[in-house]
Nanobody, 120 residues
């Protein structure tokens, strides 16, 4: 059974930083592309970032470029999202995702989410 468990969310002031982590189990982690989505209240779910199986390729939401960094540790089965210079519009529930296909944009597995709140 695949499990993705997010941690690291919380309340932070605008301009601050948070680091989200996702621990994966029940899958051969290095065979999966990993990513992050978010969903703000009243809005559709939005892609944030993804990273390839070995971490050699990453894709970021345009508004996250220069502020967010996605990384992974295949030895620890974890993927992280470092978020700097946070803005109130980054407030959302952030979800960790996993799929074998880095290019499809579709994800087979989703975590339960962690809340990020950025105050102005």
């Amino acid at each position: 059974q695949v499990q993705l468990v997010e941690s690291g969310g919380g309340l932070v002031q605008a301009g601050g930083s948070l680091r989200l982590s996702c621990a994966a189990s029940g899958l051969t982690f290095s065979n999966y592309a990993m990513g992050w989505f978010r969903q703000a209240p009243g809005k559709e779910r939005e892609f944030v970032a993804r990273i390839s199986w070995r971490g050699t390729s990453t894709v970021l939401l345009d508004s996250a470029k220069g502020r967010f960094t996605i990384s992974r540790d295949n030895a620890k089965n974890t993927v992280s999202l470092q978020m700097d210079s946070l803005k109130p519009e980054d407030t959302a529930v952030y979800y960790c995702v996993a799929d074998r296909n880095f290019f499809s944009g579709e994800y087979a597995y989703w975590g339960q989410g962690t809340q990020v709140t950025v105050s102005s």
